[in-house]
Nanobody, 124 residues
Framework: QEQLVESGGGLAQAGGSLRLSCAAS????????LAWFRRAPGKEREFVAS????????RYTNSVKDRFTISRDLTKKTLYLEMNDLKPEDTAIYFC?????????????????WGQGTQVSVSS
């Protein structure tokens, strides 16, 4: 069983930056496809970004392209989401997720493990 723990959320002003981290506990981190999803107040969970097992294939939802960057550190077993030029509409709980098949599809149903989430709030 894999455990994922997010950190790095908080309050930021519009135009600011935050970096989210997601630490994994198990030994199979390098085999996973990994992703970030978010759930804004009153909205359903949505895909944000993902990175496939090989580490070079990434995907982003259109609203965060050129602002957010997903990356991972295999030695630290940690997934990151660098968020720049934050907007109030980025306010949400952010979740990391792992797909044991190593894919980076943008569908939540493909992911086997989930973290508990970290709150990001962006003020205007």
């Amino acid at each position: 069983q894999e455990q994922l723990v997010e950190s790095g959320g908080g309050l930021a002003q519009a135009g600011g930056s935050l970096r989210l981290s997601c630490a994994a506990s198990g030994d199979s981190f390098g085999m996973y496809g990994l992703a970030w999803f978010r759930r804004a107040p009153g909205k359903e969970r949505e895909f944000v970004a993902s990175i496939a097992r090989g580490g070079t294939d990434t995907r982003y939802t259109n609203s965060v392209k050129d602002r957010f960057t997903i990356s991972r550190d295999l030695t630290k077993k940690t997934l990151y989401l660098e968020m720049n030029d934050l907007k109030p509409e980025d306010t949400a709980i952010y979740f990391c997720a792992a797909d044991t098949h190593g894919r980076n599809w943008p569908h939540a149903s493909e992911y086997n493990y989930w973290g508990q989430g970290t709150q990001v709030s962006v003020s205007s």
